[in-house]
């Protein structure tokens, strides 16, 4: 007999509590760790691609840096 002190956690309704928190726990890690290392290579890695030697030229055309001959003598060079 149980004396009186019943099932408790382990039979009763709440019984499946146990296991669920821990499917639920399992995944929150697991979540966390994918998170965590996109994050990290994230970092690791340049955020925008590198610039072309052509939009680089363009940038230093348009802000005045080079000439227009200059601009077209590079920009034949690059082709």
Do not use: N, T
Request: charged content about 25%; hydrophobic content about 45%; aromatic content about 12%.
């Amino acid at each position: 007999m149980m004396h009186g002190w019943g099932y408790g956690f382990s039979g009763g309704w709440l019984g499946w509590l146990g296991p669920v928190l821990m499917v639920v726990f399992g995944a929150a890690v697991i979540v966390g760790i994918v998170f965590l290392i996109r994050w990290l290579i994230s970092r690791s890695s340049p955020a925008e691609k590198e610039d072309s030697a052509l939009d680089i030229l363009k940038r230093r055309y348009a802000r005045g840096e080079i000439s227009g001959e200059e601009y077209q003598m590079m920009k034949e060079d690059l082709r």
